[in-house]
């Protein structure tokens, strides 16, 4: 499929939009973790689905697509959460960015760049003041030239065990 850049139409998704912003979640996570389609796939699904249809209306979840040709072709997403207030961050809200999916013949023609220019105009409309992310090799670029840094300080991870 050519994909012409001039065609390509970005706009906010909406409720409509998400059986894609599903399909190319879990598209990416299995590109990312070579995972295959099981029934874990479709717990994740199901999660989803219920994820995004609460977070979408109550604009916890702010999504971009790249619409081509009535199909999407990239997403992109930006949860917004509360924390307690800090120096930097007085009103506790924060951005976190994730689901940045171009499917593969649509890669390399600066769709994740438009989506996450769309995504950072957003974060400045509701006044976050910090956006975060964990970037993939291919796309950690694009981050950088965006504006984005290491932390000053190193983040942890924990993963708890679950009972039995």
Same mark, same amino acid.
């Given at each position: 499929?050519?994909?012409?850049?001039?065609?390509?139409?970005?706009?906010?998704?909406?409720?409509?939009? #998400?059986?894609?912003? #599903?399909?190319?979640?879990?598209?990416?996570?299995?590109?990312?973790?070579?995972?295959?389609?099981?029934?874990?796939?479709?717990?994740?699904?199901?999660?989803?689905?219920?994820?995004?249809?609460?977070?979408?209306?109550?604009?916890?979840?702010?999504?971009?697509?790249?619409?081509?040709?009535?199909?999407?072709?990239?997403?992109?997403?930006?949860?917004?959460?509360?924390?307690?207030?800090?120096?930097?961050?007085?009103?506790?809200?924060?951005?976190?960015?994730?689901?940045?999916?171009?499917?593969?013949?649509?890669?390399?023609?600066? #769709?994740?760049?438009?989506?996450?220019?769309?995504?950072?105009?957003?974060?400045?409309?509701?006044?976050?003041?910090?956006?975060?992310?964990?970037?993939?090799?291919?796309? #950690?670029?694009?981050?950088?030239?965006?504006?984005?840094?290491?932390?000053?300080?190193?983040?942890?991870?924990?993963?708890?065990?679950?009972?039995?």
């Amino acid at each position: 499929m050519e994909i012409r850049k001039e065609k390509i139409v970005y706009r906010r998704a909406t409720a409509d939009d #998400i059986p894609a912003l #599903i399909d190319y979640r879990v598209r990416f996570l299995r590109e990312l973790h070579d995972h295959p389609d099981d029934d874990e796939t479709k717990i994740l699904r199901n999660s989803l689905l219920e994820y995004f249809t609460k977070a979408i209306p109550a604009n916890d979840f702010v999504g971009w697509v790249a619409d081509y040709e009535g199909k999407i072709i990239g997403t992109s997403g930006m949860v917004v959460w509360q924390i307690p207030a800090r120096y930097g961050v007085e009103n506790g809200r924060l951005g976190y960015l994730l689901n940045f999916y171009t499917i593969p013949e649509a890669r390399r023609k600066g #769709i994740g760049t438009r989506l996450l220019i769309e995504l950072i105009r957003e974060a400045e409309s509701i006044e976050l003041k910090t956006l975060h992310l964990h970037a993939t090799e291919d796309g #950690i670029n694009i981050y950088r030239k965006a504006g984005f840094v290491e932390p000053e300080q190193p983040e942890l991870v924990l993963k708890l065990k679950h009972p039995p």
